[in-house]
């Protein structure tokens, strides 16, 4: 029978892999430190580069280079938000459903959707980025003079929630189609999550209307970083409401479990076979 | 070399198994994102200031980054091999290992090139990107670094080994050199306070930079591919001596 779930068993699921992570980084800690510092390196490299770039030109789009900062800051801290409760593949879930690993899941005295949202987090070896965007914004925030008062903080943590829902709702929208094509679309979240990962930290400002919009509804790159950042300097780009990123969240989220719902009941009745008897996939 | 076209010809229709609408996703956001990355360099540049390069050298430079981009960020199957599989195939074939990933990695590339790369050349053709190249070295220059790219995924892959199979890290770096040290995004002459001038001379800047620096006509055609003839000189023999020492370290447990 599945357990009630309350905020408090919510809190000790995540208290479980928590602690699982906190295994991994004292029984293996070299490596987990490696991990840790990899994963630092690769956000500092794609971010410096816009960064870069806005210092050698002294901004981009009429954006000042501090304030395309403070967009790189953003964008570190929903990466190191996304890595930090995303680090089971719970997020990359074309992963799990390719591989077969969800027939793990449905043995599980727990719906699927608790466990997907608790199983990715790693707050021992998945927060350096967090931590480096904490800082990074703190600085940023200074060098822009921005006056932070408590309702600027609660704006910053509801939009990292909301570009987290947008990231994690476009995979499982596209993910749907690993239900029906387990081994071509194993990788499919990974496509469309890091496949444009770039374009989320450039800023869209100077670019004509006609593109702009295409990136902030079609291949929402411009909601990842630059939307919630000039919303938060108090300028949401053309003539938007700040509000629009909920909404596109909320609406793509609701599309996205349709479908996903859609995929997991043919996944239910079919099944995978992804394995070979040696171990290894297909 | 006719089992490794046999090799090759396996790889590129293993990718079409499932039919080429599986393929149109990563198809699409390419020709998105170089869509939106020709309109955000057009800003960029158009801010006035100095960048060594005009507006249309950047739109090929952006253009042929994207067309090339596999050959230009060589990545075989052996970044995944402890973990995929792969090893397996790999040791039961008759043909060495190193060959069967070129041939592999080669094959692979075939259904990019011709459902995305030559689409989207007419199309910027159309739309008036020059694609000719600026000087005849353009082809020296590729096969340089495409032949550096299969050395330096040969260390990376000796690397995985060292590292017990984090083939998830290893992405993640070679993530972080595709995006800062090779010029394959952004062009190294682009970067500010100096960095052009000291990372021209590092060994990725001889990866998918160097022949597109040299098909744009950013940079010295004769300097970049002997430096670039260079770099292979030094990174084969290395790579090919800690691949003979790294092979007995692998270690293969299950997908």
Redesign the interface.
Known sequence: MADRITPRRILRLLAVSAKMDLAWLLRDTK?AL??ML??L??N???V??TF??A???????GMSADEVLFMMAYSTLNTGLFILFGSGNNIHISRIIG?GQLDHSFIQPLPLSVQLSTGGFSPFTGGSNLIAGAALTVFSVSRLQIPVTPGWVAALIVYQIVTLAIIAARSYL?SA?AFY?P???EE?SS??I???W??ST?P?????AY?QF??LT??P?GLMAWFPALSLLGKPPLNLTAYYPIAFALLLSLIARAVFKKGLKYYAQKGSNR??P????R | MKKMLKTARMSALELLNNGVIYLLPDILIKAFTLTALLFLWRTVLSSGADAGMSVAQMMTYTTVSALLSEQLNVKTAASGWLSEGVLLKLYGRPLPVLAQLFAQTAGGWVPALLLFSLPAALAALALGVTLVPASPLFPLSLALCISLGFAVDVLFACLSIKMRNMSWLIDRLRAAIAAVLSGTVIPIQLLPFGMDKAMRYQPFASLGGAPLSVFAGTADAGETVALQALWNLIVWPAALLIWKKSQEGMVSYGG
């Open positions: 490596y490696i991990g990899g994963e390196v690769n500092a490299a794609t410096s580069g870069l770039i210092s050698r030109f002294g901004g981009i789009g591989r596209v189609i094509a081994a071509a679309a499919i496509t469309v890091e496949g444009s770039f374009l450039f869209l400002s100077g670019m004509p593109m295409p990136l079609l291949l790159e394995y070979v040696f171990g290894f996939r």
